[in-house]
């Protein structure tokens, strides 16, 4: 996001006085744009979340167990 904090700020100042005049409410068109993203990109979130998850089952899948693990004796 470009900008520093300063920058925002006088810019979501303008876009809330902007709306005012519209007779929006500056939250309520926060939350639409929330909910739109949301909406949006869903599917494509749930999908990585599914890789990810069976991704990590398949690392634990392939690592030994204590049954599999080689067992070294102490050499004296």
């Known amino acids: ?22 007779g929006m409410k500056y939250n309520d068109w926060l939350h639409e744009k929330h909910q739109e993203y949301i909406d949006d ?5 749930m999908n990585m ?4 998850q069976e991704e990590k089952n398949d690392v634990q899948s392939n690592e030994p167990t204590s049954s599999t693990k080689p067992k070294f ?4």
């Open 1 to 22: 996001m470009a900008g520093n904090a300063k920058e925002r700020k006088q810019k979501k100042e303008i876009a809330q006085k902007m709306m005012e005049t519209k």
């Open 49 to 52: 979340q599914e890789e990810k």
């Open 73 to 76: 004796q102490e050499i004296r």
């Open 41 to 45: 990109n869903l599917i494509d979130y």
